[in-house]
């Protein structure tokens, strides 16, 4: 993302070349932060075009007019995305995804009734046998995104091809063993044919 900005860049960091100075005032400003138009910021990139420079009254810094390029994250509602388990807690997990933190909701875990396990601190789908527990990687699916003050990004595994490494395993050995139990009982039985004969009035 290309910036442009007014850097003040103090007295403390004239020791340094001007290029120098200036990218480091930029990161002291910009990087770490969270800007509602811009994303979160990573770091500064280049310096493009310095202006002139100018002290103001009562500052004995230098202000310099500069554009610059800035590393960002920006995500994005429907992005898919991976990222690992960093807390688990009963209302949901929590998942980290490159620079930020995401969480899925109880309600957003998967497709199945889940149970938390508060010794495990993890959660488990009734049918499926599938689980999610600290330090677990997962796909998942950015549904919403706030990004004021406090960032927040909604999460879900619900969807196909969400959710923990070795749950399509787990998907396919339930519906086999499924299968199995139904091969077992053998095919449905046709309804005995029982009551009266009619007789056919002529």
Do not use: C
């Not at 969270?34 to 009254?57: A, H, N, Q, R, T």
């Not at 046998?129 to 677990?136: E, G, I, Y």
């Not at 990004?153 to 499924?178: C, F, N, P, S, Y």
């Amino acid at each position: 993302m290309t910036v442009e900005d007014k850097i003040r860049v103090p007295p403390a960091k004239f020791r340094l070349d001007l290029e120098n100075a200036i990218k480091a005032s930029l990161e002291d400003r910009w990087e770490g932060i969270i800007d509602k138009e811009l994303g979160v910021i990573l770091s500064v990139v280049s310096i493009g075009e310095v202006g002139e420079g100018k002290i103001l009254p009562g500052d004995g810094s230098i202000h310099y007019p500069v554009d610059f390029e800035l590393l960002v994250y920006q995500p994005t509602v429907h992005e898919a995305v991976k990222g690992y388990v960093i807390d688990v807690t009963e209302f949901g997990v929590f998942i980290r995804i490159g620079p930020v933190d995401g969480m899925i909701h109880v309600s957003q875990i998967m497709d199945d009734f889940v149970t938390y396990d508060g010794k495990n601190t993890s959660f488990i789908g009734r049918e499926t046998k599938r689980s999610l527990k600290d330090k677990d990687i997962v796909t998942t699916r950015i549904i919403s995104v706030s990004m004021e003050k406090q960032y927040k990004i909604g999460l879900t595994t619900r969807q196909v091809g969400l959710g923990g490494e070795d749950w399509a395993d787990k998907i396919k050995k339930a519906q086999a063993a499924k299968g199995q139990k139904s091969a077992a009982k053998g095919p449905a039985k046709a309804p005995k044919k029982g009551g009266k004969k009619e007789k056919k009035l002529q």
